[in-house]
């Protein structure tokens, strides 16, 4: 989701100890940068690819 120019909140799912869910890792860029606010869960590194992609 789109929160502002440069500034994407990414939905990704997870599966938690309660169950599937949604985890929003946030990240922040320009022409040459990105920092990623939330690192994510282990095993989610190609889910946060792709997402970064859409974005």
């Known amino acids: 989701m789109k929160i502002a120019a440069g500034v994407e909140m990414l939905a ?3 599966h938690l100890a ?3 869910s949604l985890i929003y890792p946030s990240s922040i860029w320009d ?3 990105i920092i ?6 282990p095993g989610q590194l190609q ?6 992609q859409k974005a």
């Open 12 to 14: 990704l799912s997870a």
């Open 31 to 33: 022409e040459d940068n």
């Open 47 to 52: 889910q946060m690819r792709d997402a970064f």
């Open 36 to 41: 990623l606010v939330d690192a994510g869960l």
């Open 18 to 20: 309660d169950g599937p």
